[in-house]
């Protein structure tokens, strides 16, 4: 069965240094979603994509947080500098073209601020 | 502002039981219901979903029970097993399918 891949899996990193992360979603999937999961909490969406383009990122931190998904496939999400208060479970998701509504998501990256 | 409230926080059920998770919203321009199992170091992964259409929704030992009217929701699981210890999320679509979570119900089912 086809899956969201994300990596890495974790990562502890110091406050003011910059991060990234990678998911590749599933093969056709033209939407790309990235969520923060704070601890107890349930995911909320930083950032849209529809192939390339982004569709919302009304949630994005844009002074810190930026994401990219330059051939409409895989993503990378970055944080720069990363601080404190990032430290979350960052989730990526993909949706079926034409089956908006079923986003399957990917095992998530850990972040660790120190 | 939290646009789906969710409870209990955490639930503990006897294997066998029946286990409820309730959500409430308030924007009535929500139009997809889905519930969300997500199991330690896990993505969420999608368990049952319903429209606002339908009052009830039922997939195996998993129901989603929804009153358009309150604009309530809930999962009952039937005969409850130790291995649907997880938390669960439920969600409210909305927009270019922007989904809104609840804040997660982390259910234990004792043997």
């Known amino acids: 069965e086809a899956e969201v891949a994300q990596s890495p899996r974790y990562k502890i990193t110091e406050k003011s240094q910059a991060v990234a992360f990678w998911c590749d979603p599933i093969s056709g999937h033209a939407t790309l979603y990235w969520y923060r999961q704070i601890l107890g909490q349930g995911p909320e969406l930083l950032v849209q994509?529809?192939?390339?383009?982004?569709?919302?990122d009304s949630q994005l931190p844009k002074d810190r947080f930026s994401a990219e998904r330059l051939k409409g496939v895989d993503s990378t999400l970055k944080i720069q500098p990363a601080e404190l208060g990032d430290s979350a479970m960052y989730l990526c998701a993909s949706s079926p073209t034409g089956v908006l509504y079923e986003q399957y998501f990917g095992p998530g990256t850990r972040l660790t601020v120190t | 502002q939290q646009q789906v409230k969710q409870s209990p926080q955490s639930l503990i059920v006897q294997k066998g039981g029946i286990s409820i998770i309730n959500c409430a919203y308030e924007n009535t321009a929500f139009d997809y219901f889905p519930w969300y199992q997500q199991f330690p170091g896990k993505g969420p992964a999608l368990l049952i979903a319903i429209r606002p259409d339908v009052s009830e929704k039922k997939e195996g030992r998993f129901t989603i029970s929804f009153n358009k009217s309150a604009k309530q929701f809930s999962l009952h699981i039937m005969d409850s097993q130790p291995g649907d210890s997880a938390t669960y999320f439920c969600?409210?679509?909305?927009?270019?399918?922007?989904?809104?979570f609840g804040t997660g119900t982390r259910l234990t089912v004792i043997p």
């Open positions: 994509f529809q192939d390339e383009s982004v569709v919302d």
């Open positions: 969600a409210a679509r909305s927009g270019a399918n922007n989904l809104f």
